[in-house]
């Protein structure tokens, strides 16, 4: 990372980018984001992926300006530059990203995360990807322990899929499906790509289907024995919560939840309604810390059908 922002900052004073100035709203680079990439098939050093947020509305094409600094940047970074966007962001309010502003430049597309078994899980810059890799690889490590043997599984608020891809490779729990459910259109090119490096035998177990979790609640939980959910800070929605406390709604098959919480308050919550349904308990509960350095926890706990 240090290596990286010292590019960053040669690069932009030897081509005069003013940073950008929040009180006046002028200036031209106002965030950068690094993603750290291992880069262990070929044995080198971890590589970076740099993206620029830069005060510009949003063009179909980066602009020259905005080229010239990414590709200066790759040039002087050689090998150690995984790849170069900018997203163009000219609003005065406090959203860092313009989610129609990213415009990839120079280098590599996509980076990746990898699974507990090492298969990559790629993003695009935009996609939310974990901060703390060794925290959250612990989380995926520890989840399959939950997951009944040949189990169906939905993945609700699933973004590129990386809890769900790291169940069906899992030789041992022999997952029989995984369908992922995301709001986002965004990520359905990297959610493909890690799809079709799988083996061909278990391309076939997984699919994409992009749609907000509240409005297929109910279909979500007709075919599947376990239900993982990985909300925003709002938490389950109210749809959500009303499909998954109904008797009426779920099948006996759906037997156990996990659920992956980034907000305190709104899971406190929706663990209360599960519990007082009477339908579900919290069989299991811990913390992790994602965000080292902040008094943040996120929360795992897996809920049990009560038949």
């Not at 990439?37 to 179909?60: E, Q, W």
């Not at 899971?267 to 308990?281: H, K, P, T």
Request: glycine letters at 6%.
């Amino acid at each position: 990372m240090d290596e990286a922002s010292a590019l960053v900052r040669d690069v932009c004073a030897a081509l005069d980018v003013r940073g950008y100035d929040e009180v006046k709203g002028r200036g031209e680079l106002r965030y950068v984001q690094f993603v750290v990439v291992d880069d262990d098939d070929d044995g080198t050093r971890a590589k970076c992926a740099i993206s620029l947020v830069f005060n510009s509305a949003a063009t179909p094409e980066p602009t020259t300006r905005h080229r010239k600094v990414c590709e200066e940047i790759a040039r002087r970074g050689g090998d150690f530059v995984h790849g170069v966007h900018v997203n163009l962001q000219n609003s005065r309010g406090n959203v860092i990203f313009n989610n129609d502003g990213w415009r990839y430049v120079v280098g590599e597309r996509m980076t990746y995360s990898r699974t507990p078994a090492g298969r990559k899980v790629y993003y695009l810059p935009g996609s939310f990807m974990q901060a703390n890799a060794e925290a959250y690889t612990e989380l995926l490590r520890r989840m399959p322990t939950h997951v009944p043997v040949q189990s169906r599984v939905v993945e609700l608020y699933a973004g590129v899929g990386a809890i769900g891809y790291s169940l069906v490779e899992n030789e041992a729990l022999d997952v029989q499906s995984v369908r992922f459910v995301e709001s986002s259109t965004a990520v359905a090119e990297a959610w493909e790509r890690t799809r079709d490096e799988l083996p061909s035998a278990l391309q076939s177990r997984v699919s994409l289907q992009i749609s907000k979790a509240e409005r297929i609640a109910k279909e979500c939980v007709v075919d599947a024995d376990v239900l993982i959910v990985d909300p925003p800070r709002k938490g389950l929605d109210e749809k959500l919560r009303a499909v998954l406390t109904d008797a009426s709604d779920l099948s006996e098959d759906l037997t156990t939840i996990l659920y992956v919480s980034c907000g305190f308050d709104s899971f406190m919550r929706d663990a209360d309604e599960l519990i007082a349904s009477g339908m579900w308990r919290m069989s299991h509960h811990e913390s992790f810390i994602f965000f080292p350095g902040s008094n943040h926890l996120e929360v795992f706990a897996v809920f049990s059908r009560v038949l």
